[in-house]
């Protein structure tokens, strides 16, 4: 909600539309909420939006420069396929970032902060054990992200960011081998244990937490799906 004025007067919103746009296809790209190899048009999204299709448009070349989404000879995007090296090395991107951000963020979190990253690693438990798997990955994006925006780098944050617009849609996969009972993928998910380190202020356990969640989720996909062979 906007901060109200000392004339009592509603702040009004400064963000541009076309920025508006570009956030909330960003945040659907990382939270898994779009997959491979599906094609969006800026007419669609605009509709869906209650937009113009220029915003639309604006947003998908500023994601195709970042090679989150593909352009299509008919004007449209795809939210690209990748190989499975690509996919493994974005894995390895991800340990070094993420477990970077999280032992420089364990420094800085303060008691407010901390009670956030709590509150999303509960949300987190819960999401799974409900067996959503839209709502597992929205919480497990804004679990992780609640940990990074502490680290005190923002041009560390984009490049994480950046490596999630292109993963993100494959974290969808991760319920496979999980359908009978999304509780089960806990198994393979570190987040109570990043924030038990995150408490303790063991920086380097905290670290340890994030790669391994990282890395055993990346080898859950990697054995659970066939990628296709793609020159990259």
């Known amino acids: 909600m906007a901060d109200k004025t000392q004339f009592g007067l509603t702040a009004l919103d400064t963000v541009p539309l076309h920025e508006k746009v570009y956030l909330e296809l960003v945040r659907a790209l990382m939270s898994g909420q779009l997959q491979p190899g599906q094609k969006l048009t800026s007419r669609k999204l605009a509709k869906e939006l209650g937009t113009s299709d220029m915003p639309v448009r604006s947003a998908f070349m500023r994601l195709q ?88 780098n923002e041009q560390m944050i984009f490049l994480i960011e950046t490596v999630w617009m292109q993963v993100g849609p494959f974290l969808r996969n991760l319920r496979i081998g999980f359908e009978d009972d999304l509780a089960g993928i806990l198994g393979i998910d570190y987040h109570e244990e990043a924030v038990a380190a995150i408490e303790a202020q063991d920086g380097e356990r905290a670290r340890a937490a994030i790669v391994r969640d990282i890395e055993e989720g990346a080898a859950h996909i990697l054995k659970q799906i066939k990628f296709p062979e793609l020159r990259q």
């Open 65 to 152: 420069a970042l090679r989150a989404l593909s352009p299509m000879p008919n004007g449209s995007v795809e939210v690209p396929m990748i190989s499975a090296d690509r996919f493994q090395q974005l894995t390895d991107v991800r340990t070094i970032l993420e477990g970077t951000a999280t032992e420089l963020a364990t420094k800085l979190i303060n008691g407010n902060n901390l009670r956030a990253i709590r509150r999303h690693c509960t949300e987190l438990t819960q999401a799974a054990r409900s067996g959503d798997i839209d709502d597992y990955l929205r919480k497990n994006h804004d679990f992780k992200f609640s940990i990074y925006r502490h680290c005190g």
